[in-house]
């Protein structure tokens, strides 16, 4: 079964998550994007987008999310965990047991795949549908909201600002108090990365200035990681080294609450 459009993009975050655990001081150890990386052909089509900066944003930015995920699960026993358009995510793997359960939505193509690649568990589940049409939140297990996470890991990017507004809304209507982790971005990526997804048919659609522009969606931000401020070495950067608005916006991770309908 063949990817198309955007979701081809799930295969560079894989092979950049494999490559990473082959290095000798890998921000993390991921066997089974290595594994699962050898099992699927290489588009070489991929050859003019993939490169070592590529590789390195990918990188860091599973780190920063990594991080950000393991101390909601320290902070909150028996958390839910929905990644939002997972595609070949091996967080649940690579953060190991938790106590958690974890839910994997994403289209119905990229499900079969993932079937194929591992098995579902008691504790960690796919449900195949658009993450914008929202029945998959009747299907859901019942948590607490203040211990509901929901991850959108390299998604946001990739959809207009109408429905990134939607997303938020149904999360606010449903789970007012729960975290949402999300990345999106702007200046630099939409004059230079931008064009090169466009070329393989994943265009980027939503550019941000900077996270008030999240925020003005409904949600209160508590942290935002600019990706390139992030292991700066892996960047080639001075770790006191300034970087501008328009290279801040490059990449931002964004940690933020879920506001009630009744406030924003």
Same mark, same amino acid.
């Given at each position: 079964m063949a990817l198309t459009g955007v979701q081809?993009?799930?295969?560079?975050?894989?092979?950049?998550?494999?490559?990473?655990?082959?290095?000798?001081?890998?921000?993390?150890?991921?066997?089974?994007? @290595? !594994?699962?990386?050898?099992?699927?052909?290489?588009?070489?089509g991929y050859?003019? *987008?993939? #490169?070592?900066?590529?590789?390195?944003?990918?990188a860091v930015r599973t780190r920063v999310y990594d991080d950000a995920v393991q101390r909601f699960l320290s902070?909150?026993?028996?958390?839910?965990?929905?990644?939002?358009g997972a595609g070949f995510s091996t967080r649940y793997s690579r953060l190991g047991p938790s106590g958690a359960t974890w839910i994997e939505i994403d289209m119905p193509e990229v499900i079969a795949m993932r079937r194929v690649l591992e098995d579902e568990?008691?504790?960690?589940?796919?449900i195949a549908g658009s993450i914008f049409e929202f029945g998959w939140i009747d299907k859901l297990p019942p948590a607490p909201h203040e211990d509901t996470?929901?991850? @959108? !890991?390299g998604v946001m990017v990739?959809?207009?600002?109408?429905?990134?507004?939607? *997303?938020? #809304?149904?999360?606010?209507?449903h789970f007012p108090g729960a975290t949402f982790l999300l990345d999106v971005g702007g200046g630099a990526l939409e004059t230079?990365?931008?064009?090169?997804?466009?070329?393989?048919?994943?265009?980027?659609?939503?550019?941000?200035?900077?996270?008030?522009?999240?925020?003005?969606?409904?949600?209160?931000?508590?942290?935002?990681w600019p990706t390139l401020a992030q292991y700066p070495e892996r960047w080639g950067r001075?770790?006191?080294?300034?970087?501008?608005?328009?290279?801040?916006?490059?990449?931002?991770?964004?940690?933020?609450?879920?506001?009630?309908?009744?406030?924003?």
């Open positions: 081809k993009t799930l295969q560079l975050t894989l092979r950049a998550r494999a490559q990473e655990h082959t290095r000798p001081n890998p921000l993390f150890r991921d066997p089974t994007a @290595a !594994e699962w990386s050898a099992q699927l052909m290489w588009d070489p050859a003019m *987008l993939y #490169d070592d900066k590529l590789q390195t944003s990918f902070g909150h026993s028996g958390a839910l965990i929905v990644e939002l568990a008691p504790d960690h589940r796919f996470l929901f991850i @959108a !890991e990739f959809v207009e600002r109408e429905e990134a507004k939607a *997303l938020i #809304d149904a999360l606010r209507e230079g990365t931008a064009q090169r997804f466009a070329q393989v048919g994943a265009p980027m659609s939503w550019f941000v200035k900077d996270e008030s522009e999240v925020a003005a969606l409904g949600v209160e931000i508590v942290s935002v001075k770790a006191d080294e300034e970087l501008s608005p328009e290279m801040r916006a490059v990449g931002l991770i964004i940690e933020a609450k879920i506001l009630h309908p009744a406030y924003g």
